[in-house]
């Protein structure tokens, strides 16, 4: 039987929770698997386009930029922009121009994104060195893949673009992590890209979390449009387990995109969340609605079943729980070989887990 928690939480309740966090906190980073990079040099480049964006006092000062950032340039002006700037349709002064006069001049558009991002993000260098550190483990695991550039931006809260991937370059939206206060997050008028359960995932303690799901995604082979429950289960599983790796330090709760109450309560419900799934012969329904009850984020898990009171994505979790089971009883498996590995049911079973 699934339990549910009360979304009214009195004080008290909250302080008992608490309490337990550093516990929560021991049992996140039991089994987590050491790695040795000190004899890996690496110097992480982040080149910080906002910066020289929002300098920019003319047009050809704009264009100049393009052969600063020669691959992130044209996308950003003219992809991303595009609605501000005119795109490909003007030509590229007239671009610039529209890009100066309609956000990076606009006291509460550009110029108010910048201001937030400067208070928000005083400095990169915690960022950097996190960054590094991450991309370390990476050039561990896959140490033939050319290691990736970073460029940081501000756009009008495109909230489908918090990354941009490039030629070996990723582009990171500052203005995706500007905090859960942040008022044009909770303007009407943006209420349907910024639900509250996303809001409070908006902050640059999700930046590193979130930039290394889209590298992992970006490694990982995308999943067959056939796919059962099962298969995206493990397919988000392989990806939870990737962001581990990579990011060990990281609370888990993090990583799922939980609350501290919503982790506690999939932890305690591990093996009713299993027995559901089984019981209800869910794990191999083909239809993407079933599926997406399982799957997508949301303030809780919408599957028959589940709903209010419980957290999103009991699937994800599922298939995270499944993965490190498999990887446990096959400790010769490498992290590059489990992406590959395309056979869910395999892995199902060679996991011999029963929560």
Known sequence: MIKFFNKAVPLIFLLSIACLLPQCTVKEKEDKKEIDTKDIVLNVEVQRFEEDLFKASNP??????????????PVYMYQLMGDITGGTDVPPAQAAVNLLREFTTVPDFGLMLKKRADSVFPTLEPFKEDLNAAMKRYKYYFPKDTILKFVTFLSPLRINFPYIEGSNQ?????????????????????????????????RKDYLLRDLFTAISEIKLSPIANNSRLIDEMIHEGKLLYMVDALLPETEDSIKLGYTPQQYKWAVQSESE??????????LYVTEPAKIRGYISDGPFTTATGFGLGTAPRV??????????????NN?????????????????????KYKP
């Open 273 to 282: 969340i299993w027995a559901s799934l089984v019981d209800s012969k869910a």
């Open 170 to 202: 990723m582009g990171i939206g500052l203005d995706m992590y500007l905090g859960t206060d942040f008022e044009p997050y909770h303007s009407a008028n943006m209420a349907d890209q910024f639900p509250n359960y996303r809001i409070r995932k908006m």
């Open 60 to 73: 050809e000062e704009i264009l100049a930029l393009e052969k600063k950032y020669p691959s992130f340039y």
């Open 331 to 351: 400790p010769n498996i490498t992290l590059a070989q489990l992406l590959l590995e395309k056979d869910s049911d395999d892995i199902l079973n060679k996991s």
């Open 315 to 328: 699937g994800c979790f599922a298939g995270w729980q499944i993965i490190k089971k498999y990887m446990s």
